[in-house]
């Protein structure tokens, strides 16, 4: 969703407030997507402070559905977004991307709530998630999750320090 800008560039000390909902369905991260699974409406406030300086905030709740890093079930993942920024519209939008933390989410006097967001939930992506605290994971042998069934597959990890004498052992095998 797009927030014209002009209108608040035209009167110093003009404050204006959105409730604009969220069209965002999808986060990328490079070359992974998740999908957008609650949201609700941004609630915006833009402020003309002066010499065409403008003040942003954006506020919203979002959960996102991420892998689990051992079993790989889809958990909900709860973004508090709460945003705020100053936007010079005075220089040009490659200067303003460079000199801000923004991020491309002002381009032609015209805010993209959307990708502000985005950008924000970005900034708060967890490096890693789990299910829970013991999640066992998936078998590395044959695949199950561990959390739901027990496969019956060898789970002693040999030491590595043996790995001469086992493949002697493993050579001189007696059928």
């Not at 000390?13 to 999908?35: A, C, H, N, Q």
């Not at 950008?119 to 490096?127: G, M, R, S, V």
């Not at 496969?151 to 001189?172: E, H, L, N, Q, W």
Request: charged fraction near 25%; glycine fraction near 6%; proline fraction near 5%.
């Amino acid at each position: 969703m797009q927030i014209d800008l002009p209108a608040i560039l035209n009167h110093e000390g003009k404050t204006e407030e959105y409730s604009v909902p969220m069209e965002l369905d999808i986060i990328r991260t490079g070359r992974e997507s998740f999908p957008v699974l609650e949201k609700e409406p941004v609630k915006v406030t833009v402020t003309h402070r002066g010499n065409q300086v403008l003040e942003i905030a954006a506020e919203t709740d979002v959960e996102v559905g991420i892998p689990c890093a051992r079993c790989l079930e889809t958990v909900m993942v709860s973004f508090h977004i709460s945003s705020h920024m100053d936007a010079d519209m005075k220089i040009s939008d490659g200067e303003r991307e460079a000199v801000s933390e923004e991020g491309g989410c002002i381009a032609e006097k015209h805010l993209d709530v959307d990708q502000l967001v985005h950008n924000e939930i970005l900034t708060d992506w967890p490096i890693q998630v789990l299910c829970r605290e013991d999640c066992k994971g998936i078998c590395p042998s044959c695949g199950a999750n561990r959390n739901q069934t027990s496969c019956g597959c060898d789970t002693a990890v040999p030491d590595p320090r043996m790995a001469a004498i086992s493949d002697i052992f493993s050579k001189f095998k007696e059928v």
